[in-house]
Antibody, heavy 120, light 107 residues
Framework: QVQLVQSGAEVKKPGASVKVSCKAS????????ISWVRQAPGQGLEWMGW????????KYAQQFQGRVTMTTDTSTSTAYMEVRTLKSDDTAVYYC?????????????WGQGTTVTVSS | DIQMTQSPSSVSASVGDRVTITCRAS??????LAWYQQKPGRAPRLLIY???SLQSGVPSRFSGSGSGTDFILTISSLQPEDFATYYC?????????FGQGTQVEIK
């Protein structure tokens, strides 16, 4: 079955970086895209960006441009998201989700989420 | 950026009730809207894509309608497992944007 398995919880200090992984299985990785969505405690869903599993095309939400990098490793069917210069309000659950290369359809399958806590 | 305004922010309903949730886009997004259900501590789950297409495995009591700027998610007969928060997502253009969510609570 289609599955996205994310890396484990992280605790980081302000100013540090975090890299979250998302390993896909059960489908052809290069035929789909991966989006990243985060959810701060008690808050709604916030779209962060989209990366193609087929080529290097990537789209970021403006508020993350320059501070977030999304990459893929097709040899291992794994997507990565790195957030640099962490702040306390980056504390959130980060989700990866599978989407279509034709991005109009949004996302269907979600990872289990990775909790990132930023605290001094 | 396209703004998605979801209403109501919360609704109290009883098992068996019909529930409707609305999402309004700040500009025309054609039919490129999806609906998700999220339960506490869980990842969201896709219910509806392309405004009205039911995702495989989702009960038929869920339905979606609308196009352009106005969209509706309908739960025809609320079940105990439907108490959750619902979000719309516009995927017409980047950046994608979510509605702020609607919490469906037990009356």
């Amino acid at each position: 079955q289609v599955q996205l398995v994310q890396s484990g919880a992280e605790v980081k200090k302000p100013g540090a970086s975090v890299k979250v992984s998302c390993k896909a299985s059960g489908y052809t990785f290069t035929s789909y895209a991966i989006s990243w969505v985060r959810q701060a405690p008690g808050q709604g869903l916030e779209w962060m960006g989209w990366t193609s599993g087929y080529n290097d095309q990537t789209k970021y939400a403006q508020q993350f441009q320059g501070r977030v990098t999304m990459t893929t490793d097709t040899s291992t069917s794994t997507a990565y998201m790195e957030v640099r210069t962490l702040k306390s309000d980056d504390t959130a659950v980060y989700y990866c989700a599978r989407g279509w290369l034709n991005y109009y359809y949004g996302v269907d399958v979600w990872g289990q989420g990775t909790t990132v806590t930023v605290s001094s | 950026d396209i703004q998605m305004t979801q209403s109501p922010s919360s609704v109290s309903a009883s098992v068996g009730d019909r529930v409707t949730i609305t999402c309004r886009a700040s500009q025309d997004i054609s039919s490129w809207l999806a609906w998700y259900q999220q339960k506490p501590g869980r990842a969201p789950r896709l219910l509806i894509y392309a405004a009205s297409s039911l995702q495989s495995g989702v009960p038929s009591r869920f339905s979606g309608s609308g196009s352009g700027t106005d969209f509706i998610l309908t739960i025809s007969s609320l079940q105990p497992e439907d108490f959750a928060t619902y979000y719309c997502l516009q995927a017409n253009s980047f950046p994608w944007t979510f509605g702020q969510g609607t919490q469906v609570e037990i009356k």
